[in-house]
Nanobody
């Protein structure tokens, strides 16, 4: 099994910054794509950013130029640097990973989420 644990959420004023981290652990052989999603109250979960093992990135239009996703493959960890935060960025942020286990089974995993609240 693969477990994902997010950290770094919190309360920040509009215009401020936060850095989220997500560490994967367990029976990991390799991890392909990792990403961040968010879900605001009453809304569907949406992709924020993703990154492949080779470093190719993809961003939602709403965060381009403000958020940066990165990863440390040696640590099986993905990061989300969030700058110029807006009230509309308020949501629970979830990490996901597409992993291959040591049993060579492909799994898709979610973290439990971390709350980000931006006050205006």
């Amino acid at each position: 099994q693969v477990q994902l644990v997010e950290s770094g959420g919190g309360l920040v004023q509009a215009g401020g910054s936060l850095r989220l981290s997500c560490a994967a652990s367990g029976s990991i052989f390799s991890i392909n794509a990792m990403g961040w999603y968010r879900q605001a109250p009453g809304k569907q979960r949406e992709l924020v950013a993703s990154i492949t093992s080779g470093g190719n990135t993809n961003y939602a239009d709403s965060v381009k130029g403000r958020f940066t996703i990165s990863r440390d493959n040696a640590k099986n960890t993905v990061y989300l640097q969030m700058n110029s935060l807006k009230s509309e960025d308020t949501a629970v942020y979830y990490c996901d990973a597409d992993a291959l286990t040591t049993a060579r089974s492909r799994t898709h995993n979610w973290g439990r989420g971390t709350q980000v609240t931006v006050s205006s």
